[in-house]
Structure formats: structure tokens, C-alpha cells
């Protein structure tokens, strides 16, 4: 299984993004999928993630402004951030396990199995 994440880059406060991830080597009908991130000195942790239900949900830091969407079809996972802040600054990381995750371990990075390589974005004020 490997995951590809890409889309990152420099956009100012109020601005949008997409990120994309395609994963290889696995059917995305039986994976709930993740998006985390990690700023500088900081933890990773989690943004958005969705089920093999396509039921989502966000953390309290985006919710509103992030939304997280999944072609199963092309094994592609997708992180649309609208209305960015500079606290959005961090290298997102997609992420997947196979099954559905608890509600509660949605979040937990351990919760998932395989990882993106990360791609950077840099909100500026």
C-alpha cells in the first residue's frame, strides 16, 4: 500500500487549497481514509477523516472550512480548505487503515496503518 499526497503550496489568509492523495495497492471500498497534519514543534494531529460510508468528520479547528471528499473509483482522497488561516501551517499527511475506525479513534494516528509522504502548506497573514 502506498499513498501520494500532493497540492500543497503558499496561499495567503482567506485563500483555498485542494489536496489530493491517491493510494496504490489496496481497495479504497474497504478503507476509511485521513488527512493530519504537523506543524513545527507540534503533534500531529487529526483534521478530517472519512469512512467507507463516506461519513466524515472534522476536527474543531476546521470544521466549516475544511471538507474532505473520496473517489473510490481512482483511490483518490481529497482535503478542499477554504477560508485559510495562518494556524493552518503544517505538512498534511493523508492516511488509511482498512475497516472503519471508531468514532473515537478517528483522529489517533495509530488508528491508521499506511501513510502519505506529506505535503506542505503555508498559509501567509
Known amino acids: 500500500v502506498q499513498l501520494q499526497a500532493s497540492g500543497g503550496g503558499l496561499v495567503q489568509a482567506g485563500g483555498s487549497l485542494r489536496l489530493s492523495c491517491v493510494g496504490t495497492?489496496?481497495?479504497?471500498?474497504?478503507?476509511?481514509l485521513g488527512w493530519f497534519r504537523q506543524a513545527p514543534g507540534k503533534v500531529r494531529e487529526g483534521v478530517a477523516s472519512i469512512t467507507s460510508y463516506d461519513n466524515s468528520v472534522y476536527s474543531d479547528a476546521v470544521k466549516g472550512r475544511f471538507t474532505i471528499s473520496r473517489e473510490t473509483a481512482k483511490n483518490m482522497v481529497y482535503l478542499q480548505m477554504d477560508n485559510l488561516k495562518p494556524e493552518d501551517t503544517a505538512v498534511y499527511y493523508c492516511?488509511?487503515?482498512?475497516?472503519?475506525?471508531?468514532?473515537?479513534?478517528?483522529?489517533?494516528?495509530?488508528?491508521?496503518?499506511?501513510w502519505g509522504q506529506g505535503t506542505l502548506v503555508t498559509v501567509s497573514s
Open positions: 495497492g489496496f481497495n479504497s471500498d474497504y478503507y476509511a
Open positions: 492516511a488509511t487503515t482498512s475497516g472503519n475506525p471508531i468514532y473515537s479513534s478517528m483522529f489517533q494516528p495509530t488508528t491508521y496503518t499506511y
